[in-house]
C-alpha cells in the first residue's frame, strides 16, 4: 500500500510569491493534516482537512490556505511569500475523522524563500 | 493554553546502552500519545503510540509509559543501535480541540 505522497519535493520561490503544495493521503484515509516544520524546531500545525472541509486550523495568518479535493488530495497555497516561510512542510493522514487516530505523514515539501 | 514539553533536546548514549525520553503535557483531557522518529530528510514515522486507558505499551526494544496522574509519559529504548539516531517527537491529542500537539523533539545520537 502506498504511502502519503507530496510533490513537488522541493520547491524555491521568491518573496512576494505565491507556493502551491500538493498531498496525496493513503487510499481510505479522509482527513488530511498540514503541518510546518522550520529548521531546527518542532511541528507545528497549520491545517486540516476532512471530508473536504476544513475543520480545524492552526495560529497562522489568513495567507496560509488550502482545500482538500473530491479524491481527498489536498493542496496547500501560501501567498505573499514571506522569508521566514522556509521551512519543510508536511502532510499527514488517517482513516477516520479526529485527533486521535494515528496520523502518518510524507516525506515532507522543502520550501525555500529567497 | 495546550503544550507538549519534551526534554531531553539531545540524547548521546553508548550503544547497546537505554535511552529515555521524557514528555509533559498540560490538557488532562488529552487521551492519545504517539512517538514519531524522524531521521534526517524524511517525514516523521509513528514508531509506537499509547492511549490513556493503558499504563504501559511496549514493542521489542520501544516501550512507552504514561501516568496520567502527574500527565507525563516516556520512550524507553533498550539496546540501542546506530539505527536510532534520529530526531524523536512525542505528541499528546487533545480530542476537544481536534488536533495534535507535538513536542520539541530530542535529537538522540548512539555512540559507536
Known amino acids: 500500500e502506498a504511502g502519503v505522497t507530496q510533490s513537488p519535493t522541493h520547491l524555491i520561490k521568491t518573496r512576494g510569491q505565491q507556493a502551491t503544495l500538493r498531498c496525496s493521503p493513503i487510499?481510505?484515509?479522509?482527513?488530511v493534516y498540514w503541518y510546518q516544520q522550520a529548521l531546527g524546531l518542532g511541528l507545528q500545525f497549520l491545517l486540516w482537512?476532512?471530508?473536504?472541509?476544513?475543520?480545524n486550523r492552526g495560529n497562522f495568518p489568513p495567507r496560509f490556505s488550502g482545500r482538500q479535493f473530491p479524491n481527498y488530495s489536498s493542496e496547500l497555497n501560501v501567498n505573499a511569500l514571506e522569508l521566514e516561510d522556509s521551512a519543510l512542510y508536511l502532510c499527514?493522514?488517517?482513516?477516520?475523522?479526529?485527533?486521535?487516530?494515528?496520523?502518518?505523514f510524507g516525506p515532507g515539501t522543502r520550501l525555500t524563500v529567497l | 493554553g495546550e503544550n507538549v514539553e519534551q526534554h531531553p533536546s539531545t540524547l548521546s548514549v553508548q550503544e547497546g546502552d537505554s535511552a529515555v525520553i521524557k514528555c509533559t503535557y498540560s490538557?488532562?483531557?488529552?487521551?492519545?500519545f504517539p512517538w514519531y522518529k524522524q531521521e534526517l530528510g524524511k517525514g516523521p514515522q509513528l514508531i509506537i503510540d499509547?492511549?490513556?486507558?493503558?499504563g504501559e505499551k511496549k514493542d521489542q526494544r520501544i516501550a512507552v509509559t504514561l501516568n496520567k496522574t502527574a500527565k507525563h509519559f516516556s520512550l524507553h529504548i533498550t539496546e540501542t543501535q546506530p539505527e536510532d539516531s534520529a530526531v524523536y517527537f512525542c505528541?499528546?491529542?487533545?480530542?476537544?480541540?481536534?488536533?495534535?500537539?507535538f513536542g520539541s523533539g530530542t535529537r538522540l545520537s548512539i555512540r559507536p
Open positions: 499527514a493522514s488517517s482513516l477516520v475523522q479526529g485527533s486521535t487516530d494515528t496520523q502518518y
Open positions: 487510499s481510505g484515509h479522509t482527513s
Open positions: 482537512y476532512d471530508e473536504g472541509e476544513e475543520r
Open positions: 490538557d488532562s483531557a488529552s487521551n492519545y
Open positions: 499509547i492511549r490513556s486507558n493503558v
Open positions: 505528541a499528546a491529542a487533545y480530542s476537544s480541540a481536534s488536533k495534535i500537539i
